[in-house]
């Protein structure tokens, strides 16, 4: 099956990933992600677009980008997801991998807009316990570095840390060991199918509504 990656360039994307590259019944052709026009960076993450493709370029797919305004409406949201899903569907793409662990909620939205375009769905990360894929990320070559927080259930000097033992250990019980509720999201920086480490460095620091954010530049 010919497969793209919804990437949002956070562990979790790339742990999923490396699955669907062990797994011989997936061809990644590509990864997609959506960019917040007025800001250039990764909805959400708030991760420099320039920083994603180099990440593709280490991975070595092409990176498809959805352009999204200001704070769009789950109809504007809809709609332009719907266009690039049928862009990718004419080029022979035949499912979307997602990053997503437990939110039931969240792959039945995906599932039902996928289904919609005769597109299929795939979750593999799906109900495995976080603290299991905490262990994994650690002890199988990846490095991340948090780009966003949550401030209501995080503090904001979380953002800017890097995702090591001491980062997992310092988490409140509340907040889930991998931030599936959206508690912080985070930039892969190396991988084990990366061809070369991303050195980044830390921004500016600032505050958007409850998020924080730490502006990551590329460092040589």
């Given amino acids: 099956m010919r497969v793209v990656m919804a990437w949002s360039g956070g562990k979790d994307s790339a742990m999923a990933l490396a699955r669907v590259f062990a797994n011989d019944d997936f061809e990644v052709v590509g990864l997609l992600t959506t960019i917040s026009m007025p800001y250039d960076r990764v909805t959400m ?14 991975i070595g797919l092409p990176l498809h ?5 200001p704070e769009p409406s789950n109809e504007v949201y809809d709609n332009l997801m719907g266009e690039a899903m049928l862009k990718l569907k004419a080029k022979g793409v035949e499912g979307v991998i997602f990053g997503d662990i ?5 792959r039945a939205y995906r599932e039902a807009r996928l289904s919609e375009v ?6 593999p990360l799906w109900g495995e316990p976080t603290d299991k894929l905490v262990h994994k990320f650690l002890s199988e070559g ?3 570095i948090v780009s966003c927080v949550d401030t209501k259930v995080l503090p904001a000097d979380f953002c800017g840390r890097w995702l090591d033992e001491s980062f997992f250990a310092s988490l409140p019980d509340s907040v889930d060991p991998c931030g599936e509720n959206g ?7 190396s991988a084990p199918f990366f061809s070369a480490p991303i050195k980044v460095r830390v921004g500016e620091k600032v505050q958007r509504g409850q998020f924080a954010y730490c502006d990551l530049e590329e460092a040589t």
């Fill in 45 to 58: 993450h708030g991760v420099r677009r320039s920083l994603v493709q180099r990440q593709a370029e280490r």
């Fill in 65 to 69: 980008i959805v352009w999204l305004p």
């Fill in 102 to 106: 437990y939110l039931s909620d969240v």
């Fill in 118 to 123: 005769g597109l299929v769905a795939i979750f």
């Fill in 142 to 144: 990846y490095s991340a």
């Fill in 183 to 189: 508690e912080f999201h985070s930039f892969v920086t």
